[in-house]
């Protein structure tokens, strides 16, 4: 059974930074592409980040280049998100999701991906 559990979430004030992780289960990370997405109140889910099975794509939606960084450790099975310099536009609700994928290739659709985890909710406040 895939699982995925998303945590590191919190209130942070402009201009601070998160680290959220995506714990993975039933499967290994080198089977599976990862995405971020995140949906702000009001609006659609938006992918922000994603990373390949193959370690060697990694996608960012325009508005976090080089402030958010993905990465992985799959002796831990974990994919992580450091948010740098956030901003009050990257509040919402974070959710990580796994594509099943041997191809080098991630997306950042939605629709693509097939399991999820619950979220975790960030907020950047002041």
């Known amino acids: 059974q895939e699982q995925l559990v998303e945590s590191g979430g919190g209130l942070v004030q402009p201009g601070g930074s998160l680290r959220l992780s995506c714990v993975v289960s039933g499967f290994t990370l080198d089977m599976y592409a990862i995405g971020w997405l995140r949906q702000a109140p009001g609006k659609e889910r938006e992918g922000v980040s994603c990373?390949?099975?193959?370690?060697?794509?990694?996608k960012y939606v325009d508005s976090v280049k080089g402030r958010f960084t993905i990465s992985r450790d799959g002796a831990k099975n974990t994919v992580f998100l450091q948010m740098n310099s956030l901003k009050f536009e990257d509040t919402g609700v974070y959710y990580c999701?796994?594509?099943?994928?041997?191809?080098?290739?991630?997306?950042?659709?939605?629709?693509?991906?097939?399991?999820w985890g619950q979220g975790t909710q960030v907020t950047v406040s002041s």
């Open positions: 999701a796994s594509l099943q994928d041997y191809t080098d290739y991630c997306g950042l659709t939605e629709r693509e991906y097939d399991y």
């Open positions: 990373i390949s099975s193959w370690g060697d794509t990694i």
